[in-house]
């Protein structure tokens, strides 16, 4: 119990700082928009060709970065689910016996 509230309070931490990233990322095109926890494949770039870098380099770079931290993200918080259900399994188990 005590091992997984230790990686409950790390877990949350390496959030926070994940979080912060995207936010990050969010601020430094107007493109982006404000949400944390969607994908950004469909935010266009300046022509016609949206899969390569050809049309937009920095954008389509920074928005592959930002997926990248998304898909990040999505896999430390379910990673923490998992160990909060076990933290809460073990703590209900202390209690009832």
Do not use: Q
């Amino acid at each position: 119990m005590i091992l997984s509230g230790i990686l409950l309070i790390i877990f949350y931490i390496s959030h926070r700082y994940i979080v912060a990233w995207i936010i990050y990322y969010n601020n430094s095109d107007k493109r982006f928009g404000n949400s944390i926890w969607r994908w950004t494949y469909d935010y266009k770039v300046i022509g016609e060709r949206d899969i390569s870098d050809l049309d937009d380099k920095p954008f389509v770079r920074k928005r592959r970065i930002r997926n990248r931290t998304v898909t990040l993200m999505y896999c430390n918080f379910f990673t923490g689910f998992v160990i909060s259900l076990s933290f809460l399994s073990n703590l209900l188990i202390a209690i009832l016996f």
